[in-house]
């Protein structure tokens, strides 16, 4: 009994990268492996000698390269509501030091895991509203992602 499956049941072609293939692997999906990632590290749903191992610090990073992703795949809702929240002191302040601010107060002290994570997604939207030499390392991880074949949006 052989049955072809319809075309909509087939693996996308693979983009080749000298023998190592992506397939159909974009931003978005990186940032959705990143996030669930994130979300397993800070639920502890590790092995406990590698969760001692990870710190808050590793968290505010992930947060960071994390909201990047999601920005290089053009996902905005986030973003959306992270501006929501920050309006008035964005708008006086500036994006840019807004997420200076932040980038100071992580720092600064220590933080649970949890708020760290939080804190770097939302310095890194901060930075890439703000734009400029605010937004060079925010504009290196986009670029990184999206020079990739196969990693659009």
């Known amino acids: 009994m052989s049955a072809t499956l319809p075309a909509t049941f087939l693996a996308a072609p693979a983009t080749d990268l000298g023998g190592f ?4 692997f ?3 999906g990186l940032a959705a492996v990143g996030t669930a990632a994130a979300i397993f590290l800070l639920k502890k749903g590790v092995n406990p000698k590698i969760d001692r191992l ?3 610090e590793h968290m505010a990073a ?3 390269i994390v909201a990047n992703l999601y920005a290089a795949a053009g996902w ?5 509501l992270i501006h929501g929240l920050t309006g008035t002191p964005a708008a006086a ?3 840019g030091a807004l997420a200076l601010i932040i980038t100071a107060w992580i720092g600064l002290r220590t933080h649970s895991r949890w708020r760290a994570t939080a804190l770097g997604f939302t310095a890194a939207v901060l930075y890439n509203t703000a734009g ?3 937004s060079v390392g925010s504009m ?9 074949p196969g990693m659009g949006g």
Do not use: C, E, R, Y
Request: hydrophobic content about 60%; cysteine-free; proline content about 0%.
């Open 21 to 24: 293939s992506l397939g159909a």
């Open 26 to 28: 974009t931003a978005g």
């Open 54 to 56: 990870i710190k808050w």
């Open 62 to 64: 992930a947060g960071f």
């Open 76 to 80: 905005n809702a986030l973003a959306a």
């Open 93 to 95: 302040w500036g994006s």
């Open 132 to 134: 400029g030499w605010w």
């Open 140 to 148: 290196l991880i986009v670029k990184a992602v999206t020079s990739v």
